[in-house]
């Protein structure tokens, strides 16, 4: 157990041959972490597919994180608080490999009392004893006693969108999808468009006021030539004119650029455009949220705002097809209310209720459904238990079904801009996918919600052929 103290050994205090120790095992957010804090770039160290390659065996030459280790040692308990670091000489005598358990033990071998130095034997040793690294270093040891209380150190995640990552390599791992970038008259939309072609995410046909789309692009640089560009007088005209050729089947999928989600929505929703279905259409955002295992989606935080059981039936249906384009086969949906027990004078825990029996019935289908549950209960497996909750949802939801768009809107702005989430977002239930991106987002954003219209259009049209 390790003490609520932690406490040097003076000079005097010391003797020749006193020795102290620790274990740790190396892991990948390790390696990660101290190439952050050293600058270490060098791919042979920091890259997950490199480390792990056969060829190279998952070893990598992490001598600086063993030296760090010493130097723990030598701070935290032989001499301990108030020791100076003055030298060190140190080999490497072999690599460590990811996941070794390194044992790293300090020995005094010399003291000098006129300037209270020491000099100790290092030594960090793997599982089978072998040295990995061996050598001297020198310190001068505290005079005075210390004893402090330990300090609890942060817990630290590394934001690397993982998650996001992994979509946008499958989605490029299908032909680019053909979208109708609506009115990209503004930085963010158009430069999002063009990256995502570069990335062969899409091909984008620009639709909207060619003037104010030509300013855009020699504002930033821009070659449009390999572009169509579709000439519109205004927004309103650039809705219609793309969800135009979606209905002909001219573009796979449509790109909100600088316009309101609304007036987009009114043209795709149109009785004469052809792209309304017997689905309702809804909005999901798929986030990468630092502190979750896998992706987390959430629905619906942007088309239906007071959605009735009907309406939530089809939401609940988009995302799970969703996931099942994104080869989660059977999704946990959480339907989220602020309590966990069914209660009359809470609609949304009957809303749960009646989707679950839904399920059970064959109205909706493709995974496992469960709810009422509030938050901590869909996403804590610690919650959960303490709760006495026994689901097979409960504390490892895929999906999120929010009571209504307010509810939705702030998870969706808590998890991204206290949890340090990224999402992307999509519209599913017309016949195309929308991909719908907030003036906001960055590019990975961008990317991502274009990879997941990629992932749509291929999965529908596998679906058609088998």
């Not at 740790?24 to 770039?41: H, P, Q």
């Not at 998650?163 to 430069?191: G, K, M």
């Not at 986030?287 to 939530?312: G, M, R, S, W």
């Not at 999509?426 to 992932?455: E, F, H, K, Q």
Request: charged share 20%; proline share 5%; net charge negative.
């Amino acid at each position: 157990m390790i003490s609520k103290f932690i406490e040097n050994r003076t000079f005097d205090e010391i003797q020749i041959g006193d020795s102290a120790s620790l274990e740790r095992r190396l892991t990948l957010e390790d390696i990660k972490l101290f190439a952050v804090m050293s600058g270490d770039t060098n791919p042979t160290h920091v890259d997950e597919d490199y480390i792990k390659s056969s060829r190279f065996h998952g070893v990598i030459a992490h001598g600086l994180w063993g030296s760090a280790l010493i130097s723990t040692v030598l701070g935290t308990q032989l001499p301990g608080p108030g020791t100076v670091y003055l030298n060190q000489s140190l080999s490497f005598r072999r690599p460590v490999a990811l996941g070794d358990l390194v044992r790293v033990s300090v020995t005094v071998k010399e003291k000098n009392s006129e300037n209270h130095r020491l000099l100790l034997d290092c030594l960090c040793a793997n599982e089978q004893g072998q040295a990995v690294i061996s050598g001297e270093a020198e310190v001068r040891a505290p005079t005075e006693k210390i004893r402090r209380p330990r300090s609890v150190l942060p817990e630290v995640r590394l934001a690397e969108r993982a998650h996001l990552h992994r979509l946008l390599e499958a989605a490029q791992h299908h032909p680019p999808v053909r979208t109708a970038v609506v009115h990209p008259t503004d930085n963010a939309s158009l430069t999002g468009a063009v990256a995502a072609a570069e990335q062969g995410l899409i091909v984008p046909v620009l639709v909207g006021p060619e003037h104010k789309i030509r300013t855009v692009a020699e504002a930033e640089n821009i070659d449009l030539s390999p572009y169509q560009l579709v000439a519109t007088e205004h927004s309103h005209a650039a809705a219609e004119q793309a969800v135009a050729l979606a209905g002909a089947g001219e573009v796979q999928a449509l790109m909100k650029g600088s316009l309101h989600t609304d007036e987009l929505i009114r043209a795709v929703l149109a009785k004469d455009a052809g792209l309304r279905t017997e689905r309702r259409l809804s909005h999901v955002f798929a986030f990468d949220v630092p502190t979750y295992a896998k992706p987390l989606f959430i629905t619906d935080a942007a088309i239906n705002v007071f959605p009735t059981l009907e309406h939530k039936r089809d939401i609940v249906q988009n995302a799970i097809d969703l996931a099942h384009a994104l080869g989660i086969d059977c999704p946990k949906v959480a339907v989220l209310s602020a309590v966990e027990t069914i209660t009359p004078i809470i609609p949304s825990t009957l809303d749960a209720a009646a989707l679950c029996k839904m399920a059970d019935r064959g109205q909706l289908s493709g995974a496992v459904i469960d709810g009422p549950l509030a938050f901590d209960n869909a996403v804590s497996p610690e919650a959960s238990r303490i709760k006495g909750i026994t689901s097979p949802v409960a504390g490892q939801a895929d999906i999120l079904v929010v009571p209504d768009l307010e509810a939705g809107n702030m998870l969706a702005k808590q998890l991204e801009y206290l949890g340090g989430a990224e999402g992307a977002g999509i519209a599913l239930g017309a016949r195309v996918p929308i991909i719908l991106t907030s003036r906001a987002d960055d590019t990975i954003s961008r990317l991502a919600s274009c990879a997941l219209a990629v992932m749509l259009v291929h999965h529908r049209q596998t679906a058609l052929l088998t």
